[in-house]
């Protein structure tokens, strides 16, 4: 491990000079490639520093020891030594999770998509809960949240939500909500009490950059139409709304921000670019997944992955068998503990995959 860590401090100060040349400062591209491998290798050699100082400090306690004849201080410097090899211990836990490959998509922004699923006008109003706690959770992340598009359910809620949210790490955090999320409960139009389940399904796909899919205009088919929905006297009249099609593989996008072409052309080209981008991206979690067991950030969208029961106030995370009876704080934008115990599973997973 020591010379791995060595490695890599050896390459994060070569980092850190070459961005200091001007042939690179003059390269933009390539500075702030530099730039972040430089971030993502600084928390590393930190933690390399505060472990080569236990191991010194261990090294020099033994020491001191095998010299020492003093009862009373052999026995404060063994209390010392046990305290130094716990934080050892616990040090190398955690740096050979930090050495885990990071996966490149991890720090991308990232298109969040909601749709109601089978349950009728209930999962519309579900699909609205899970907007509404994606972005109470997006508030206290200090991450960016903008709707591309939205289609409102009849009786309340969302049919389809779709939005670019843009922060440090979010893919990363949020890839682990794709999948099938169902409702348990009694829903407002039922008049028996019986209890309904529902569905929505949340789709995360990594913001594509420009350089990850090259895009020829000659293949897109762009139409406008009149907006829908809320946004002043211009809401269908003009001919704001855009949908752009890409010929080669039928992927579409559309987005209807109030009244601004320009801005929906921009954001649905993000959304177009991501889908696209996302095909290659499923093979690639296909692959993986195959691999291991119980894969966490799965490209299978039809998987069931959480469950939300009113009546006992739980939620269930099906992949890692985890119930957290605290389903108000969750669905008010508490979620960083279910995704904190799904990192947490996954990188043991591929700890095992790699020993």
């Known amino acids: ?68 004849k003093d009862e009373e201080f052999r026995s404060m410097a063994k209390e010392e030594l046990n305290e130094l090899v716990d934080r050892r211990d616990a040090m190398e836990e955690e740096i050979r999770i930090m050495l885990i490959p990071a996966d490149p998509e991890d720090s991308k922004n990232a298109i969040v998509e909601i749709r109601a699923g089978t349950g009728g006008d209930e999962a519309s109003i579900f699909a609205g809960d899970l907007y509404r706690m994606y972005l109470k959770f997006f508030e206290t992340k200090g991450w960016k949240a903008e709707v591309v598009d939205v289609m409102e359910g009849t009786v309340g809620g969302y049919k389809e939500v779709i939005i670019n949210v843009s922060g440090n790490n979010v893919y990363g955090q949020m890839k682990y909500e794709s999948g099938v999320h169902r ?101 690639h979690l296909e692959e993986i997944t195959s691999k291991r067991k119980t894969m966490v950030s799965t490209g299978d969208r039809s998987a069931k992955i959480r469950t939300y029961n009113w009546p006992q106030g739980r939620v269930t995370d099906h992949r890692i068998g985890l119930t957290l009876y605290n389903l108000p704080n969750i669905i008010d934008g508490d979620i960083q503990e279910l995704i904190d115990k799904l990192q947490l599973a996954e990188n043991a997973e591929r700890l095992k995959a790699d020993l």
């Open 183 to 283: 409702v348990q409960r009694v829903p407002k139009t039922e008049t028996q009490g019986r209890i309904h389940t529902s569905a929505a399904s949340i789709v995360v796909l990594p913001e594509a950059e420009e350089f990850d899919v090259e895009l020829k205009d000659s293949d897109i088919k762009k139409d406008t139409y009149c907006s829908s929905g809320p946004g002043g006297q211009s809401v269908n009249t003009t001919y704001s709304a855009v949908r752009l099609t890409h010929l080669p593989t039928g992927i579409v996008a559309t987005c209807q921000d109030q009244k601004s072409q320009i801005k929906n052309l921009a954001k649905a080209m993000v959304v177009l670019r991501s889908r696209i981008y996302e095909v290659e991206y499923k093979k």
């Open 1 to 68: 491990m020591l010379d791995k860590l060595k490695a890599i401090k050896s390459r994060w100060e070569n980092i850190k000079e070459e961005m200091n040349s001007p042939t690179v400062m003059s390269d933009m591209k390539k500075y702030i490639k530099l730039n972040k491998d430089f971030k993502e290798l600084e928390p590393i050699v930190q933690s390399y520093e505060i472990y080569k100082n236990i191991l010194d400090n261990i090294d020099s306690t033994k020491e001191l020891l095998k010299s020492e």
